[in-house]
Nanobody
């Protein structure tokens, strides 16, 4: 099993930046893909970005490409989401998720492990 804990959310003005962290523990992580999703009130949970614990390049949703960057620090068992040029539409609860196969998927059903979420609020 995998345990995921998000942190780094908060309140920021439009145009500002935040860095979210996802600390992973439990089973071996070398074969995992870790993704970030977000969910605003009244909206579906949507894919943001994903990265394999080892190997190939990360993938970002079109809505955040060029503004958000997913990265990892294997020594700290942590995946990060650097969010720049934040917009009010980015306001949501951000969730870290993981799946065992090292294949990047964008659907929520493909991820079996989820963190508790961290709130990001961007003021206009």
């Amino acid at each position: 099993q995998v345990q995921l804990v998000e942190s780094g959310g908060g309140l920021v003005q439009a145009g500002g930046s935040l860095r979210l962290s996802c600390a992973a523990s439990g089973r071996t992580l070398s074969s995992l893909t870790v993704g970030w999703f977000r969910q605003a009130p009244g909206k579906e949970r949507e894919f943001v970005a994903a990265i394999s614990w080892s190997g190939s390049s990360p993938y970002h949703a079109d809505s955040v490409k060029g503004r958000f960057t997913i990265s990892r620090d294997n020594a700290k068992n942590t995946v990060y989401l650097q969010m720049n040029s934040l917009k009010p539409e980015d306001t949501a609860v951000y969730y870290c998720a993981a799946r065992a196969p090292p294949t990047i998927l964008t659907g929520t059903d493909g991820y079996g492990y989820w963190g508790q979420g961290t709130q990001v609020t961007v003021s206009s």
